[in-house]
């Protein structure tokens, strides 16, 4: 069973930045696109960047030139770089395996919240 533990989330400052960790155990990790996802209060899930087996990264709209995703492969690990924060931005931040859909492949973490806020 696939377990995802995401950590390094806090309250910041707008324009601040914070860098999320996700941990993967229980998978082949290198098999699989790796997603991080945020949902913010009353709002769905989205997802905000993806990034392949052969470490190609994509990006919603909203974030593209702020976040940058990153894999581990050695030690099946994800991180997300983001810069230049919004109030926008405020959400519980989730990893998942991400599908050729766009869809979450494994059952949720327990999420890690980011607050940006002056």
């Known amino acids: 069973q696939v377990q995802l533990v995401e950590s390094g989330g806090g309250l910041v400052q707008p324009g601040e930045s914070l860098r999320l960790s996700c941990a993967v155990s229980?998978?082949?990790?290198?098999?699989?696109?790796m997603g991080w996802y945020r949902q913010a209060p009353g709002k769905q899930r989205e997802l905000v960047a993806s990034?392949?087996?052969?470490?190609?990264?994509t990006y919603a709209d909203s974030v593209k030139g702020r976040f940058t995703i990153s894999r581990d492969n050695a030690n099946d690990t994800v991180s997300l770089q983001m810069n230049s924060l919004k109030s926008e931005d405020t959400a519980v931040y989730y990893c998942?395996?991400?599908?050729?859909?766009?869809?979450?492949?494994?059952?949720w973490g327990q999420g890690t919240q980011v607050t940006v806020s002056s």
């Open positions: 990034i392949s087996k052969s470490h190609t990264p």
């Open positions: 998942n395996g991400v599908d050729a859909d766009g869809l979450s492949m494994f059952s």
């Open positions: 229980g998978s082949i990790f290198v098999l699989y696109s």
